[in-house]
């Protein structure tokens, strides 16, 4: 800024101080939430929590609820909530794998096409929700029921009765495209690593730690680019629009109708790609996949920042608040403590971080 | 004077059997300050909204430049350079100052997959288009929420004028605004105006509206009691014509001439 301009600032403002513009940043609460999760485990956990296959341990289930959670995120700074996304992974799981086992497509059609159905019924929630003028919460718990059950008939017509549909691991042996989504990514790399010391390795020589798996990568590439739409595009800059005030988006222009659509359909195929995964991870699908999945995504993206009324948060707090999850799930087993402290843990983090995001919102409007 | 750039010519709203607006004219030239005044259900805002392109006339004709014009959405006639500030200003406390700027309208650069708003280009001009209205932001990513109700009015007048408003319709900006306040959204319109600007100014706030206005048209029921030129009429006869004379004065007489 020039001379002139600093001159000329009122003289009853003091500069900010660097931690008090920190306070102002969304996802700050995730950050403070994992270091003091960090803190937590690295006092109480097995110290082989903190290696590298311990990371990829708990980072593994983080990655696959961030996945979830970052399009929850977005579809919350957005005004909207998607209960539905959990079911969703079960109906895109039974779609994916009915495609492959089924009608005997390859993955380079089988992805697309339900990435497509999943994006369709994305649309017909924001539809719903923005032709009749229903809260989200109410269409997308509808669907949440309504997904789970067809995933159930679904299931059992494409299997002839059963709930589980196996066979996937067959059809997909030899398709080019499941290195991408299941798996380890950079084996040959991590093998090299081994060889010379840098990963530990087991006894007949094979690394602890085969390759980072490709969920954490496709975890890491979506909170990036949707940390990138929303702060370095017009589309992010309308996705906060609309969150905060539909009438005031709309009257200035802001295309509020597709902006939420599209949300929607972004939400609905983070599930699907969550279900792919998922699906060739574990060579089958069944009905539960996914069950109460879009709880703790919401939680994540709450965690992280995310104010429950729309118009603000973050993609990297759902990132962190993703993280902060996967290290509590996985390090409870590091420790001594019963896992099912899980629950109350996750309730807590829940209320603080909702009464934290509250002092949060009041100091980025300056109401007293 | 010269032309109008905006001439609204006996303008009828019906609304299924409640005729909201039954026959209105009213005109607006560059650099000038046209007060419309009313009472509560006069029907300024079935007008304002009828200019902005919200509400299509039932009948009446719009000629803007002197060609009619039809509005089908407010998007048409912001486009047209026709600019309306309304009482909830459009704007969104939790985003910043920029953000809200631009909502909409964002400046980008680069090509395909990499073009990006530009935050940078976009935060000078708020500072500097802020800065021509009188006020110095602390920084152009401070959320509008921090802002004062005037500094709000001036953030929605400031980017209306940036977009290249013509007419500039603001509803109501004094309503809900203190004394100190009021007197700098007032200065903010007069300098609209003398950027030749057509600012149609809704009050009714009496002197709010006399201490801005270059003509003022008094609307009652949905008609008007015609147009008149600044010095051609008093405060006191704008308030009787807006409340409709007779009732006023007797309830004035209650109160000791205090209104």
């Known amino acids: 800024m020039t001379e002139e301009a600093e001159t000329a600032m009122d003289e009853r403002i003091k500069k900010d101080p660097l931690y008090r513009r920190l306070m102002k940043r969304p996802e700050l609460g995730a950050i403070a939430g994992m270091i003091l999760v960090t803190v937590f485990f690295l006092a109480t956990a097995d110290p082989a929590m903190f290696t590298l296959s311990g990371f990829m341990n708990f980072m593994t289930p983080a990655a696959q609820l961030g996945i979830l959670a970052i399009g929850a995120a977005m579809l919350m700074i957005g005004g909207e909530f998607d209960l539905s996304i959990g079911s969703m992974v079960a109906f895109a799981g039974l779609i994916f794998a009915a495609l492959l086992v089924n009608f005997g497509m390859p993955l380079v059609v089988a992805i697309p096409a339900t990435l497509i159905i999943a994006a369709a019924v994305g649309a017909v929630n924001g539809q719903i929700v923005l032709r009749t003028g229903l809260p989200s919460f109410i269409v997308t718990l509808a669907f949440l029921f309504v997904l789970r059950g067809l995933s159930l008939v679904g299931l059992k017509w494409a299997t002839g009765g059963s709930t589980q549909l196996r066979g996937i691991r067959d059809a997909v042996e030899n398709d080019f495209l499941t290195p991408v989504f299941s798996g380890d990514a950079f084996p040959a790399l991590f093998a090299w690593l081994a060889n010379i010391g840098v990963v530990e390795t087991f006894k007949n020589g094979a690394p602890k730690v085969p390759g980072i798996p490709v969920e954490i990568l496709w975890f890491v590439l979506l909170a990036a680019a949707a940390t990138y739409i929303l702060l370095k595009t017009p589309v992010g800059n309308w996705i906060f629009a609309v969150g905060g005030d539909t009438n005031a988006a709309s009257n200035s222009g802001v295309p509020v109708r597709n902006v939420k659509i599209a949300l929607f359909m972004f939400t609905a195929c983070c599930a699907a790609l969550l279900a792919i995964i998922q699906v060739l991870d574990a060579g089958s699908t069944d009905a539960r996949r996914g069950f109460q999945k879009e709880f703790e995504a919401i939680i994540a993206a709450v965690i992280g920042g995310c104010l429950l009324t729309g118009g603000y948060g973050s993609a990297i707090g759902a990132f962190f608040g993703s993280i902060i999850f996967g290290m509590v799930v996985i390090g409870l087993t590091y420790t001594n403590i019963d896992q099912d402290w899980f629950q109350v843990f996750l309730g807590t983090m829940l209320l603080l971080a909702v009464m934290f995001n509250n002092v949060i919102r009041k100091r980025v409007t300056g109401e007293r | ?259």
Do not use: W
Request: proline share 3%.
């Open chain 2, 1 to 259: 004077m010269s032309e109008p750039i905006l001439q609204m010519n006996n303008i009828e709203k019906h609304f299924g059997n409640v005729i909201a607006l039954a026959g209105v004219s009213f005109d607006i030239r560059p650099g000038e300050c046209h007060c419309l005044l009313g009472d509560n259900g006069a029907g300024k805002s079935t007008f304002i909204k009828t200019m902005s392109g919200v509400h299509k006339p039932t009948s009446g004709e719009i000629l803007f430049e002197g060609k009619p014009m039809s509005f089908d959405s407010p998007r048409d006639a912001m486009e047209a350079g026709i600019a309306t500030v309304f009482q909830d200003l459009a704007m969104i406390p939790l985003m910043s100052v920029t953000r809200n700027f631009f909502m909409g309208r964002e400046p980008t650069k680069g090509h395909g997959l990499f073009k990006r708003f530009d935050v940078q280009h976009a935060n000078e001009v708020t500072m500097s288009e802020m800065k021509k209205m009188g006020i110095n932001l602390r920084e152009p990513d401070q959320a509008v929420g921090t802002l004062s109700g005037g500094e709000r009015q001036t953030v929605a007048i400031a980017r209306a004028v940036y977009f290249g408003a013509k007419v500039l319709i603001l509803d109501e900006p004094t309503s809900a605004l203190g004394v100190r306040q009021t007197s700098n959204v007032l200065a903010t319109i007069a300098k609209v105006r003398e950027q030749g600007i057509g600012v149609v100014f809704i009050s009714h706030n009496v002197r709010h509206a006399m201490s801005v206005g270059d003509r003022f048209t008094v609307l009652n029921r949905g008609k008007t009691h015609g147009t008149a030129k600044k010095g051609e009429i008093t405060s006191e006869e704008l308030q009787d014509l807006m409340a409709g004379g007779q009732e006023l004065a007797e309830l004035e007489g209650s109160l000791g001439g205090t209104i």
